[in-house]
């Protein structure tokens, strides 16, 4: 592309000087041999140049936008949950949008300003070997050009960066508003909503005016001088051709040259696509540069039973502990329910369990081996999770529930499947499993199970399940439970609880507090504390809020229980 760019800015330059020579030979013989066909073929060949310049500038544009655009993406995959929650998806989506596709412009618009500098500066020396005194009326105007344009450039970018952040704002806030439809069409605030919405779009106009505004300004300057400056080298010119000391072939050189040499305020265009690249660039690696979770070297002892120790960890945000537990053991193949109040850190404890996060201190065993020294590999094939709203992507209910470190086979898949209580729904589908999930109309229930599906059909010595069963009925819930037990490949299950039953069938409780462990055991030991009631809504006694949403569940002991 710069090849080309710089070869159309070379045959413009030559072609004044070619045409210049063929019109005075024509006018001086009648006959300007072989400079006819030469003007001729420089007048294509600038043509076939800029079109091909075209051509490369929008394969060049489409490439760099996909590099930036899946650097940014891997930066986003291989960093932590907890960082990525500082960029609400509305602004992802902006960068990886918008950002990427401006930024993605960087290199044409840049060899592009080359080239177009190659001309008025090429016009300038011909000029000089034309006629000296053309040369330096264009010479002495060359400075004014050059400050309008250093003007607009160092202006421009505070006013772009605005522009770009208040853009993303609007759209966190538009996907937000899309993920609460029901709550905001239930509360009836949808005005309201679209006001919150759209109060950035004040900013966002008065930025794009001030933007436009000294585009403008660039421009206008630019086409003040311009013409000037062709005015003066013309009538430099026309002195110097009256004098004598010009040709009519070299007034008309000349004058092109004048022209091309003031082209250079042309530049604001180019300029103006640089600076918003450059800005769009710096949000594009904000997100390639998130710091990533790194991965050690070590592999997990075959066939360990999966036992789960957190050694002094301590998880600090926002200068805030959120959690805290230091010596909790959880032996191999048990299942330990983690409860506690909203708020109380389970799901931080979920994320610190797998290594989805690492802890501020402290560190996390699976059979006698820290997380973060275990290869990538060891962790992701070992440790599974099931989460309450899993992203199941746009492809076959089957495909979604294959997707993980290993490739399952569709047997197996079926049988996860039905593990997790999805196979009866599954079936009646229009392709059973492979419907595509976008033409699959599932509820909050069926979409959970998909996930629990993923999990099962991936699970290894770890299995971490946050609140991944909170919109199943009771009973499927405790179907689900029992068909873990069942036909999952056993292992350690770390499992996120509201209610008392799910408590109940674990073998052990976590109860944390504010951040910290209460207490562990089991939840018919823990039962006798009335705080401990009070988590799941329970009065002092015992009964109450917990009881309604209780059915009578078997441990697996078989003894039956109604806490
Ligand atoms: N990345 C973060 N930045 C700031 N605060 C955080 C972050 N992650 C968690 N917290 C805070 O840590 C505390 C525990 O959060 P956590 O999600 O673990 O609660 P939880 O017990 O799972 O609650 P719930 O039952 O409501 O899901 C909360 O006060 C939460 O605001």
């Not at 405790?478 to 292992?491: D, F, K, M, T």
């Amino acid at each position: 592309m710069l090849l080309c760019s710089v070869a159309a800015a070379v045959a413009a330059v030559a072609q004044p000087f070619v045409l210049g020579r063929t019109l005075d030979l024509l006018l001086r013989d009648g006959d300007a041999g072989r400079w006819l066909p030469l003007s001729a073929a420089l007048l294509l060949g600038e043509l076939l140049l800029d079109s091909l310049t075209s051509l490369f500038t929008g394969g060049c544009n489409a490439v760099w936008t996909a590099s930036v655009r899946s650097r940014a993406l891997r930066g986003l995959l291989r960093t932590t949950p907890d960082h990525v929650r500082a960029h609400p998806p509305g602004d992802v989506g902006t960068r990886l949008t918008l950002n990427a596709a401006d930024a993605g412009g960087a290199p044409a618009a840049r060899a592009a300003l080359a080239a177009s500098l190659i001309t008025p500066l090429g016009a300038l020396v011909a000029l000089v070997f034309v006629d000296l005194w053309v040369a330096a009326c264009v010479l002495a105007g060359l400075p004014a050009l050059a400050l309008v344009l250093r003007a607009f450039a160092r202006d421009t970018g505070s006013s772009v960066a605005a522009y770009q952040r208040t853009q993303s704002l609007i759209a966190s806030r538009l996907l937000e508003a899309l993920e609460g439809t029901a709550t905001i069409g239930a509360a009836g605030t949808a005005d309201r909503e679209r006001a919150r919405i759209l109060a950035p779009l004040a900013d966002l106009a008065a930025q794009g005016r001030h933007m436009w505004t000294l585009h403008g300004r660039a421009l206008g300057r630019s086409g003040v001088l311009v013409p000037l400056l062709m005015l003066a080298a013309t009538a430099v010119g026309g002195l110097r051709l009256a004098a004598g000391d010009l040709s009519v072939g070299d007034l008309l050189a000349v004058g092109r040259y004048a022209q091309l040499t003031a082209g250079v305020g042309g530049a604001a265009a180019l300029l103006g696509a640089i600076v918003r690249a450059r800005e769009a660039r710096h949000r594009t690696l904000e997100l390639e540069r998130l710091p990533p979770l790194a991965y050690g070297t070590r592999r997990l002892p075959p066939d360990g039973p999966g036992e789960l120790e957190l050694r002094g960890v301590r998880v600090v945000r926002d200068g805030r502990q959120v959690l805290r537990a230091d010596g909790v053991r959880v032996p191999g193949g048990s299942t330990v329910a983690v409860v506690g109040r909203s708020g109380a850190g389970k799901s931080v404890l979920a994320a610190v369990a797998g290594r989805l996060i690492d802890p501020d201190e402290g560190h996390v065993l699976l059979d006698g081996v820290r997380l973060d020294r275990l290869t990538r590999e060891a962790l992701r094939t070992e440790v599974a999770y099931a989460f309450e709203r899993p992203a199941l992507g746009e492809g076959t209910v089957a495909e979604a529930v294959a997707t993980g470190s290993r490739q399952p086979s569709r047997e197996h898949v079926r049988q996860a499947a039905r593990a997790a209580g999805a196979d009866g729904f599954v079936r009646r589908l229009p392709y059973g499993y492979d419907t595509p999930l976008p033409r699959a109309p599932l509820s909050g229930g069926e979409h959970q199970r998909l996930g629990l599906a993923r999990a099962f059909a991936h699970a290894g010595r770890l299995l971490v399940m946050d609140d991944a069963t909170s919109s199943l009925d009771t009973a499927t819930e405790h179907e689900v439970n029992l068909a873990l037990r069942r036909s999952v490949r056993p292992g350690t299950r770390v499992v996120v609880a509201h209610r008392p039953s799910v408590a109940d069938r674990a073998d052990l409780v976590l109860w944390l507090e504010e951040g910290r462990v209460r207490a562990v055991g089991t939840h018919r030991e823990l039962w006798n504390t009335g705080d401990y009631r009070a988590v799941f809504g329970a009065d002092a006694d015992g009964t109450g809020a917990a009881a309604p949403d209780e059915v009578p569940v078997r441990r697996h002991d078989s003894e039956e229980v109604r806490p």
